[in-house]
């Protein structure tokens, strides 16, 4: 199922990098209504997209990479999610497991796996659980046996692994403790199931991973427990990626209700009343509600630039928890506005354009669909608690990779 990798390009600065997710969103725009309605892999478009140079942007220089800042990142998963939201959350894990590895790697593994990275490899994710107490309360183990180490357990949500390259596995090993295990997509006892029914982001294709006695090679074990044991970024930078991914939905929002008001919205109050507008585009009330939108599309667009100056600032590795926790509450604050501005936009847009929207032929709700789906990724209420309990209280948020 998955298409052959292609030697990337290496990409060397921010401009050439938002350019080519531009360029890429553009190649797959004509067919983002098709994909969601599918809900099948979109296996062409993930490997055009593998073989832009884009996976290996946050690579650092010493092992080839240009070690672009999180604003380009941001910029680039914001750009592609503006076309088509559920492509550009496929590689989220795949940023985040770079910087696992640039922090917690060590020698071999980074050249290993940066190698395959920067040659267009993907790293798909297999970390989430269903029944457990908590994020970590983890039934996947990692076990010793005569014949080497092997991965038992089985994943949910697992975004972009049915076409990944490689798999980065949470799991207990022998002594209880938390290791991430990055095994071949296609390795012997590797299952992933495309059997992600939901009503958006859809293309993600976030099915279920089933690995039994999966060979894994000592030398691709991280020990992931240690990153959440001292300030870190990890969290913040993964959640960046979403908060891009939403503020992208809600720009592409915006941006099609403005297209369907213009050139195809009937004035569907045209015999309601005299005196009312001609054109849906001329209508006082149209214009405000489309101005209002607009305005809170740009404030969310601000505030992900501003939590990635902050990110940009303090870089992968915090000098202490004060500033691990400033990168964490500025992507939050930021993750959490565009959340409630993408709903926003993609719900009032039928309001916009009245009840021609709803004809399937534009498939308008995906924005809707997208939205609300991409927004249950984690509560933003918690965002919201933990940035009001640190500016009242001064009270750090938790160390973890949810915020």
């Avoid at 994909?35 to 092992?63: C, Y």
């Avoid at 240690?226 to 891009?244: D, N, S, Y």
């Avoid at 009242?392 to 990779?401: A, I």
Wanted: proline share 5%.
């Amino acid at each position: 199922m998955t298409a052959p990798t292609l030697p990337a390009t290496v990409i060397r600065s921010g401009p050439e990098a938002v350019a080519t997710a531009r360029d890429y969103a553009q190649s797959i725009a004509d067919g983002v209504i098709s994909r969601d309605r599918a809900g099948a892999v979109p296996a062409a478009e993930l490997a055009a997209f593998d073989g832009t140079g884009l996976l290996g942007i946050t690579v650092p220089a010493e092992h080839g990479g240009p070690d672009l800042p999180a604003s380009v990142l941001a910029e680039v998963i914001r750009a592609i999610a503006a076309v088509d939201p559920a492509i550009a959350q496929v590689p989220q894990a795949h940023f985040l497991f770079v910087d696992v590895l640039t922090v917690w790697g060590n020698e071999r593994q980074q050249e290993r796996l940066f190698g395959s990275v920067l040659a267009g490899g993907r790293l798909g994710n297999g970390l989430a659980e269903r029944g457990g107490k908590h994020a970590q309360d983890l039934k996947t183990r990692l076990i010793t046996t005569d014949g080497g180490l092997r991965l038992e357990g089985r994943k949910y949500y697992c975004t972009g692994a049915i076409t990944a390259r490689w798999i980065g596995v949470s799991a207990l090993d022998d002594g209880g403790h938390l290791v991430l295990a990055f095994v071949e997509r296609h390795a012997p006892g590797v299952t992933v199931d495309d059997d992600w029914d939901v009503m958006g982001q859809r293309a993600t294709v976030s099915g279920t991973a089933t690995f039994d006695r999966v060979p894994v090679d000592p030398d691709l074990v991280v020990p992931y427990e240690r990153a959440f044991a001292v300030p870190q970024q990890l969290g913040a930078r993964a959640q960046l990626v979403h908060a891009a991914i939403q503020t992208g939905i809600a720009a592409g929002a915006l941006r099609d209700a403005g297209e369907f008001v213009r050139t195809r919205a009937r004035p569907f109050f045209e015999a309601a009343r005299a005196g009312w507008a001609e054109r849906a585009g001329d209508d006082p009330h149209v214009l405000a509600r489309y101005g209002r939108l607009a305005a809170r599309v740009h404030a969310a667009e601000a505030l992900l630039r501003s939590a990635t100056d902050t990110l940009d600032e303090i870089g992968r590795r915090p000098r202490n928890a004060q500033d691990a926790a400033r990168g964490s509450l500025a992507v939050a604050e930021a993750k959490a506005f565009a959340s409630e501005v993408a709903v926003e936009v993609a719900s009032d847009l039928f309001a916009l354009s009245g009840a021609s929207a709803a004809d399937q032929r534009y498939d308008l709700s995906r924005h809707w669909r997208n939205a609300r789906t991409h927004a249950s990724h984690d509560p933003v209420d918690w965002k919201y608690h933990h940035l009001g309990n640190y500016l009242l209280n001064e009270v750090l948020p938790p160390n973890h990779g949810q915020i």
